[in-house]
């Protein structure tokens, strides 16, 4: 019998929402799955380690990790998250803070959202921000609101619950990138180990396209695995939260994808925040 592929992906509804067929048995043909759960920032770490420090075949992942982690895993060109008006936001407790000399918290420094707000930050903070700080993702609102920090960098649902902690809005990262390139937001990636085979890679991506197209085809039946995992967030945030991160995109990069991953890492090993992408890394087999 042959043992289950091993995949990690994040509770997010998003994740739920695109996996949901093939996790239950419902893609024809697919190959059974033994799922994890885990945060993003953890799934990171796992890549970066490589297959030689774990079992796991797939993974999700920030595109920000790709650069260390390409030799071992292949992109795949389904089932992540990119889009337009998705980006993660800069918070503070008052509106129009100069953050220059100030502390900011961020959910990961190998996060796609960390590179798009150096990024930002390069542009628009010339004197530089002061201190950067690491926390839990579910942390950062309420530090921002009781002032352990002078703001904040989230992502995902927060977009549309920040202004219960009394926040404010100061920046849009994907705006910022959207008007400086024209491209999609890219923000977390599908990687499946290189060692699978050319032949499988191709099969597992057909399969994260299927499962999409089921999810789209009948979305009431994800529903009981995403409220499952989406613990306490309200059911019109999961629903807000899967219409702007599953999209085209989910189904296929597409040339724009490609192009925005590209011009991610490009501008990013550019600031020296990333090695430089080699010619073909992002070849999808």
Request: charged share 20%.
């Amino acid at each position: 019998m042959t043992e289950p592929l091993r995949i990690a992906y994040s509770p997010c509804p998003n994740d739920t929402f695109v996996f949901d067929a093939w996790a239950h048995g419902r893609v024809p043909g697919a190959p059974d799955i033994d799922v994890t759960f885990a945060d993003i920032d953890i799934t990171n770490g796992i890549a970066e380690r490589g297959p030689a420090e774990s079992d796991f075949d797939v993974l999700k992942v920030s595109y920000a990790v790709l650069p260390w982690v390409l030799d071992d895993y292949a992109l795949l060109p389904c089932g992540g998250a990119l889009g337009r008006g998705c980006g993660p936001l800069v918070l503070t407790r008052e509106p129009g803070v100069d953050l220059t000399g100030k502390t900011v918290a961020v959910p990961s420094e190998r996060s796609t959202a960390y590179l798009l707000f150096r990024l930002w930050a390069a542009d628009v903070v010339p004197g530089g921000v002061g201190k950067v700080v690491v926390m839990p993702f579910h942390e950062i609102m309420p530090a921002v609101r009781d002032g352990k920090v002078d703001a904040g960098l989230v992502i995902h649902e927060a977009r549309f619950t920040y202004q219960e902690y009394g926040l404010h809005s100061l920046a849009d990262m994907g705006e910022h990138w959207e008007s400086t390139t024209g491209l999609p937001i890219p923000l977390g990636a599908i990687i499946a180990r290189r060692s699978l085979g050319a032949a499988r890679l191709r099969e597992l991506a057909e399969v994260i396209r299927t499962s999409v197209r089921m999810a789209w085809d009948d979305p009431e039946a994800s529903r009981p695995y995403v409220r499952e995992h989406a613990q306490e967030m309200d059911p019109a945030v999961a629903d807000q939260h899967i219409g702007l991160y599953v999209n085209e995109f989910t189904h296929d990069l597409g040339e724009d994808g490609y192009a925005a991953v590209r011009g991610l890492l490009t501008r990013a090993a550019a600031e020296g925040l990333v090695p430089p992408l080699g010619r073909d890394a992002l070849s999808f087999v």
